[in-house]
């Protein structure tokens, strides 16, 4: 950029990630400027690079007793975390080797 006698210029700076940055707060990142045989710094600024949205499952209660043969409830929550948006499909697993009747 070309910046004129006793005037400035604004340039637009775009950081960009993959998704193989490192998630976390950046804070002393600086802007260096070369010409005319000087170098000067910008004072530090900062990003932080957070996860794309991600969600959150939680059930409650978290045990009940039922009779067998019979049946209970559990109310589970899907909670937006970092903006998601979209449809989420649900499953019952165990880390037993059990077959589960479920509908939601």
Request: hydrophobic share 30%; with cysteine; net charge neutral.
């Amino acid at each position: 950029m070309t910046v004129p006698a006793n005037g400035s210029v604004n340039s637009t700076l775009t950081l960009c990630t993959t998704s193989q940055s490192p998630l976390g707060t950046f804070s002393n990142l600086y802007v260096e400027g070369q010409g005319g045989g000087l170098t000067r710094n910008s004072s530090t600024f900062g990003v932080a690079i957070t996860s794309p949205g991600d969600f959150a499952v939680s059930v409650s209660p978290t045990s009940r007793t039922v009779v067998q043969g019979q049946s209970t409830t559990y109310t589970v929550t899907v909670q937006s975390v970092s903006g998601f948006s979209g449809p989420v499909t649900l499953n019952v697993k165990s880390l037993h080797e059990h077959s589960w009747v479920y509908s939601f």
